[in-house]
């Protein structure tokens, strides 16, 4: 049965579960091995703390079909590789085999994330805080560069970013699960290979995540980037994928991207996401159902679009319709 719980309950049942399979310390007493409680699928968590303030976890979990919903909540800089596992936060992030997370410290949103069932979910997960990042990536001045500030935003909302997940980080991660040494060996081996793999997602960051302004944009280049909008827009059902439509208007896929951002203040599937909610609120309001408008809106499952919406209207698809159905009666 498809599990549905707020964070706080998977963390009470982690917590119930460590009192019937309480969690192990491997042999040189330096990793911390916790069971994955039944209820939420079967696997493991190995745990480290490589310094003060940076911590490793590996992960190798199959989830029972979950669907996680987390509160806002005070985040650390966070550092996330998948070699295998999905997990589908909509709109906010994707982390998969082929995508991989960065967040920086600061305040997280309200998300939902769909954990698929029988997907294994291999990789590793590193938090560092957020005075950290100062004491190992600082200038020589003492300064944070300017490309990296926005992983520190004190009690503003997170910045969240996504990079290309390259063979090379796949075997850094593969290096760390498979750590061949043990006792001091091991930590000084993990540490050196945990800033490597933090340097290859810098580096995949910055290489990404250049920023332009609108007023930037050549006037030929903003012709473009909207003639792009303008295509997703007619094709919320079956958009075409990213490189296409940059072939399609006649600019780069990096071009694209950074167009896209700069104009709109989003990704291109941020604002294809956005488009397509607005005309969901649109067709349930000239009375489609929402099965039929989940459907014409290019969204694959209904959970999905029913969490999206509600993140961004503030009501689900049911309550919307019928709320829109109220106002259209009381002013007959």
Not at 194 to 215: P, Y
């Amino acid at each position: 049965m498809p599990l549905d719980l707020i964070a706080q309950e998977v963390d009470e049942i982690w917590t119930e579960a460590e009192q019937c399979c309480p969690s192990v310390t491997s042999i040189d007493r330096l990793e911390t091995i916790y069971t994955m409680p039944p209820l939420l699928g079967s696997g493991y968590r190995r745990e480290i703390e490589l310094y003060p303030g940076l911590e490793l976890c590996v992960f190798n979990e199959i989830y029972n079909d979950l669907t996680l919903r987390a509160l806002e909540n005070k985040h650390l800089v966070q550092f996330k590789v998948h070699l295998s596992g999905v997990e589908d936060s909509g709109d906010y992030m994707l982390i998969d085999a082929a995508q991989s997370y960065v967040g920086g410290s600061g305040i997280q949103r309200r998300l939902t994330v769909f954990m698929p069932k029988f997907q294994p979910h291999v990789g590793v997960n590193i938090h560092l805080q957020p005075h950290l990042l100062n004491q190992f990536f600082a200038t020589p001045t003492g300064e944070l560069p300017p490309e990296l500030q926005p992983l520190i935003q004190g009690d503003n909302w997170q910045k969240v970013f996504s990079t290309k997940t390259t063979a090379a980080m796949r075997s850094v991660v593969q290096q760390i699960i498979d750590c061949p040494f043990m006792g001091m060996t091991k930590r000084l081996y993990l540490q050196g290979k945990v800033f490597e793999l933090m340097a290859l997602q810098l580096d995949g960051l910055l290489e990404g995540d250049a920023t332009e302004t609108a007023a930037s944009l050549k006037p030929d280049t903003l012709a473009r980037i909207h003639f792009a909008a303008e295509i997703l827009r007619s094709q919320l059902e079956h958009p075409p994928i990213q490189t296409e439509l940059a072939r399609q208007v006649g600019v780069s896929d990096r071009t694209l991207r950074r167009g896209f951002q700069a104009l709109f203040g989003t990704t291109i599937m941020g604002y294809l996401t956005e488009q397509r909610l607005i005309q969901a609120a649109q067709l349930l309001q000239q009375g489609w159902s929402v099965a039929e408008v989940v459907h014409r809106c290019g969204y694959s499952n209904q959970g999905h679009f029913a969490a999206a919406f509600r993140r961004k209207f503030g009501v689900t698809p049911k309550q919307w319709a019928m709320g829109c159905q109220s106002a259209i009666t009381a002013s007959i």
